[in-house]
């Protein structure tokens, strides 16, 4: 009898999840906490559309807009897309690459902790004397001015879930390098895992130069430093360079898991193997490469002279061409396949057309001579939300969709899933290409209000009707996942019939070690082939054993509470007597966790054959 | 081969920093952080040669009105001489003679805190005889972040390598610990890399002018 | 289990085999740590010598630091082993955007 399969209560769940090691409930916790903060972004966004709906409008103040403003992009581009997209590298890449759970068990979970409780510490701001208001890119000069604690928040913050970040990044490197299963050669591992690699890499160089400035914008702010303070010597422009040598890779970050999951979705509803896989991998590596030489286009109107701007004008448009390989090897996989519509493949098949829409407008500002007119338009809002809500969101959407029979065992329904994806397609649209033309009528971004009589009362209007179609949208997915959690009808291992990567030949949901026996790999979309030669499962490559698992640990949850308190001692250290001892005491809890850490053994544990075995009588043991 | 297993000296294999997955793991893990610290580092180089001797009034000291060989030579020479003390120690972990290991990791880090400790003297120096402090001055800002970053991570490794000499000494080697003492000797290299550059750049650039 | 990499089929002679290749190995510890104290010594004599221009002199020491750099990475930190090519991609990857971030604070922030 295994002991992993009893019922439990509330209270053993929560603890379970608490110290759980377990890469698909980390995942889990990811999608719960990622989904929390996208839902509070949208509702910061439907705020700013109210506001925006007609001119003149005081349904918020415009200091409180700012506030709304800055932490619908934080949260969004922090606190949302990258958590969800962590949920999916961590609930899908080491199933597809056949491991039986990511190199750091340990650090997967701290890292989760580390976002949350950042998260939780940046939107306390809200309740503590208002949220930072300086616009997610928080420019120095303008942050440095920003009264009372809101920017405190937005650095701490920040600063608490970039490390959660970073350990995340390293986490998914060891693993594809060190973790794949037998035959898994880099040119056989499937494009989702092909892409959170190459993001990985990106967070591994990105994230310092984010953690360096923000370290100096709190010492400015907090220690009386003098970086960005212009009259002792400081320089406000350092700031800027870091953040965009931060904040470009970070999209890049944030679009390459899409473009893998994509990737994912199209070959299993066309029936096709993706076409051009090489070249896929070619162009992921390329574009992160490149990802790297243009951040300067987001300053082209600081003046760093027409050189600077003339070599990363160049270096941006030439992204343009490793994404055209992409979109026409997406479009030439569905080329000829036999297509099912389903779910997934509705956004696979609207993203392709929304995101290059996203991707040719960022060719126009490419152009650093016309930039000056887009500059701080609704021109810029119009570009980046075709490519993060059309390409980021439709990949959450879709997959979410896609692999939430591997990750739950169930299947969300297929037509109300239709009902959200055209809402929120029409939504969508109706929202932000209005916007290119305010942009190009001369509407500044950035602003609370407008006044009547510029043209401008229409087409916001008609935006803020898409942006309400967005929201329901959202609704009726919350209610097609409260109705699939109730209904909780088990599938098997294959649910779309025709998965081809390694996922879909274990159990769903997968049990906790994932595989009983490592597989055999012997080619791209592994499952695919043994399948294609009539075989209902994958080849083990080793006879069955004992497996070594982690042992689940509190650590991780304490490690980062530290941090979280001693975030509220650096704040409040001048303002209030208590702050400094808070602040000795959140880091005792931090340093002190990690040397328990340290210094007891944890050699994790066994299971055995027997169990194992024991396992295949009884069906639907839950992990 | 189980980590926690008792070795011998027959027993123990050529590479024991890399011997178990989970091993091979940490190896690597690390050095993708090293990685990422190089360009952590790079960015308070950047920020500390963008700032240098950016002074709010005329009568702020500079960088070469700060700087003293005598002091900093001393400095590198200490740091560069626990960098093969440290060497020493994982010879002797490859050998599998823990006392010795023990030995030079312990000069390792007498030498460490005597970096330290004149490092702290020469920041209070600064301070006292040149009103150099952390917040006088964008210059100063800089300086202090960078040589301070790279000071909290030798502080940092000091604890580490003593938290790993205590919590095994009675236990010796094993492929358990192998791995985490590797680690930690990379991470002491790195810190003399990191000081390579900033005795390079910050004082030997400072004091040509 | 034990010592499956090795080479003849007497573990005897295997065990003083690795002794003195760890040996010569640490000889040549020893020869780099030499060559990087002479590295450094030149140096603080190249600054503290007042014949050289600092048009000479700052180079001359960044090509002495990361000569000794290298030393420490490859012979210190044993990146000069087999095993090494991950690491060393992300090295130099690391190093490439260190490089472009200094060039960028030294030509287009502004003065």
């Not at chain 3, 290749?21 to 140096?43: D, G, P």
Request: aromatic fraction near 18%; proline fraction near 4%.
């Amino acid at each position: 009898m295994s002991t992993y399969a009893q019922k439990r209560g509330f209270g053993a769940t929560l603890w379970d999840y608490l110290t759980t090691v377990d890469h698909k409930k980390i995942a889990i916790l990811y999608f719960i906490a990622g989904g929390f903060f996208f839902v509070l972004g949208g509702i910061e966004a439907m705020i700013i559309r109210i506001q925006l709906a007609i001119p003149n409008n005081d349904f918020v103040s415009a200091g409180f807009y700012n506030e709304i403003l800055t932490m619908h992009g934080t949260t969004m581009i922090f606190l949302a897309a990258m958590p969800l997209l962590f949920g999916f590298m961590n609930a899908i890449m080491p199933l597809q690459i056949g491991a039986r759970d990511v190199a750091f068990p340990f650090v997967n979970a701290l890292g989760f902790w580390l976002f949350f409780f950042g998260g939780t510490f940046l939107n306390l701001s809200w309740f503590l004397g208002g949220a930072p208001d300086a616009g997610w890119t928080s420019y120095a000069s303008l942050s440095l001015a920003s009264e009372g604690h809101g920017i405190d928040f937005y650095v701490l913050g920040l600063q608490i879930s970039g490390f959660g970040t970073l350990m995340g990044g390293i986490n998914f490197l060891v693993t594809i390098i060190n973790m794949r299963a037998p035959g898994m050669t880099y040119m056989r591992m499937p494009l989702f895992t092909w892409t959170t690699f190459v993001a990985s890499s990106l967070i591994l160089f990105a994230f310092p130069p984010l953690t360096v400035s923000i370290f100096m914008l709190m010492f400015d702010r907090l220690f009386g430093s003098n970086f960005f303070v212009t009259a002792a010597g400081g320089n406000t422009i350092i700031w800027e360079h870091f953040f965009w040598i931060f904040g470009h890779p970070e999209v890049y970050i944030l679009i390459l898991p899409a473009f893998g999951i994509f990737s994912e979705i199209i070959p299993v509803f066309a029936r096709k193997r993706l076409f051009g896989y090489s070249s896929m991998v070619f162009a992921t590596v390329l574009i992160g490469f490149l990802g790297f030489m243009v951040w300067a286009h987001h300053m082209f109107t600081v003046g760093l002279g027409p050189i600077a701007n003339a070599i990363f004008a160049v270096a941006t448009m030439a992204i343009a061409v490793p994404t055209g390989i992409k979109i026409f090897n997406w479009l030439f996989t569905a080329w000829g396949g036999s297509v099912s519509f389903t779910t997934p493949m509705h956004y696979a098949l609207a993203f392709i057309p929304s995101f290059l829409m996203g991707g040719v407008t960022g060719v126009m500002l490419a152009v650093a001579a016309a930039d000056y007119q887009y500059h701080d338009t609704y021109f810029v809002v119009a570009h980046f939300h075709y490519v993060i809500v059309g390409g980021v969101v439709f990949a959450v959407l879709g997959g979410l969709q896609f692999y939430w029979p591997k990750m739950f065992g169930t299947m969300l329904n297929e037509t109300l899933g239709k009902i959200t994806f055209w809402l929120f397609f029409a939504g969508f649209h109706l929202t932000f290409f209005i916007q290119h033309f305010l942009g190009l009528w001369g509407m500044p971004r950035r602003i609370y209000t407008f006044l009547p009589g510029q043209g401008y009362e229409l087409s916001n209007l008609v935006s803020t009707i898409g942006a309400l179609l967005m929201a329901v949208a959202t609704v009726v997915l919350v209610i097609n996942i409260i109705i699939t959690v109730k209904k909780n009808e088990r599938i098997g291992n294959d649910p779309w019939g025709d998965g081809r990567t390694l996922e879909w030949a274990i159990p769903s949901p997968a049990p906790f070690y994932n595989f009983k026996q490592l597989p055999l790999v012997r080619g791209l979309d592994p499952y695919w082939i043994e399948k294609m030669e009539g075989k209902k499962g994958m080849t083990p490559a080793e006879p069955l054993g004992d497996i070594h698992m982690p042992n689940s640990s509190i650590i991780p949850f304490i490690m980062s509470f530290g941090l979280f308190v001693s975030a509220f001692g650096v704040m409040y250290r001048l303002d209030y007597a208590w702050g400094l001892p808070v602040l000795i005491i959140g880091l005792v809890i931090t340093f002190g966790s990690m040397l328990a850490r340290s210094l007891k053994d944890d050699h994790g544990f066994h299971i055995h054959k027997e169990d194992l075995i024991d396992d295949d009588n009884e069906k639907g043991v839950k992990a | 081969m189980h980590a926690e297993e008792k070795m011998t000296y027959e027993k123990w294999p050529a590479a024991p920093e890399k011997q178990t997955l989970e091993a091979k793991n940490k190896f690597l893990g690390f050095w993708f952080f090293l990685g990422g610290e190089t360009v952590l580092f790079a960015s308070l180089f950047a920020t500390y040669l963008a700032l240098k001797d950016r002074v709010p009034s005329a009568d702020h000291a500079l960088a070469k009105d700060l700087f003293e060989m005598p002091l900093v030579f001393l400095m590198t020479m200490i740091l560069l001489t626990s960098s093969l003390t440290s060497v020493y120690a994982m010879y002797h972990m490859k050998n599998f003679d823990f006392k010795k290991m023990q030995l030079w990791l312990g000069i390792t880090v007498l030498l460490g805190f005597a970096f330290l400790g004149l490092e702290i003297y020469e920041f209070n120096h600064y301070v006292h005889e040149f009103h150099h402090t952390f917040t006088s001055s964008a210059f100063s800002s800089a300086f202090y972040t960078l040589v301070g970053f790279h000071g909290a991570h030798v502080t940092f490794g000091l604890a580490w390598i003593i938290a790993l000499m205590v919590r095994n000494a009675r236990r010796g080697l094993d492929l358990y610990n192998a791995p985490k003492f590797y680690v930690a000797s990379l991470y002491w290299h790195f810190i003399d890399v990191v000081w390579v550059f900033i005795f390079t750049v910050v004082y030997l650039m400072g004091m040509v002018g | 289990m034990v010592n499956t990499q090795t080479n003849s089929g007497n573990p005897e002679t295997d065990l003083k085999y690795r002794r003195k290749k760890n040996a010569e190995e640490m000889r040549h510890q020893v020869i780099s740590f030499a060559l990087m104290i002479v590295f450094t010594l030149i140096a603080f004599l190249a600054v503290g010598y007042e014949g050289f221009s600092a048009w000479f002199a700052v180079p001359f020491i960044l090509v002495l630091a990361v000569v000794q750099v290298g030393f420490q990475l490859y012979y210190f930190m044993h990146m000069s082993h087999k095993g090494h090519e991950a690491p060393a991609l992300f090295m130099y990857s690391g190093v490439l955007v260190a490089f472009l971030t200094i060039i960028c604070f030294l030509t287009i922030i502004w003065w």
